[in-house]
């Protein structure tokens, strides 16, 4: 059996919360992060689906993306975003590849603008964890399993987290924002999660 046919992907992750990192996982620095605003603890998990081009899986698109890297005459709507400085905590890729772009500790520009239980500015006080997907194409059984296992390492590296939401962008930014999408599978998270979704 060849190393491909045994392709396996990692369910268990350890978060420091010192450096906010987590491990294994790829290291991809974003410069688009700062520090949280002073007092502002991680306390909601929001849940991005992204793909670049949409609905094209694969390539470093979404890593160039989120380092200003984009190259924005290589695709039409590469044109459109190209200029925006944006980035998430972490991504994870259609085969579980986990990829981390901003200490968890610090403040990740996913959310834009956004609120929560009459709290705006989402990114304050929130983690952004990206699904590589689109809307309406389903994600993949390994992408669960990554992101409950990374949500649980995340809980146990901070309090605050512990018993927070998790919500999807659209949740907090409504009338800009759908994803992840109608295919993403809430009661797969929750079941994986021990029905431990607020
Ligand atoms: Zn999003």
Known sequence: MTARAEHRFLTDFLTDSATGLVVPARQCPSPNQDARPP?????????????????????????DFFSNRLAADTHPYFAQIAGMEVSAHALIRRDGALVQFVPFGRRAW???????????????????????????????????????????????????????????????????????GEAFDWRRLDALLGGDIS
């Open 39 to 63: 007092g502002c603890a991680p306390e909601l998990i929001v849940i991005h689906g992204i793909s670049l081009p949409p609905g094209e899986f694969g390539g470093p698109h979404i890593e």
């Open 110 to 180: 996913h959310a834009g603008a956004s609120s929560w239980c009459g709290r705006e500015r989402c990114n304050d006080f929130s983690v952004g964890i990206e699904l590589e997907g689109a809307d309406d194409v389903a994600y993949a059984e390994c992408q669960y399993e990554v992101l409950a296992a990374l949500i649980r390492s995340l809980r146990r590296a901070y309090p605050s987290l512990a018993g927070a939401d998790i919500l999807g962008h659209a949740d907090i930014a409504p009338a800009r924002k759908t994803d992840p």
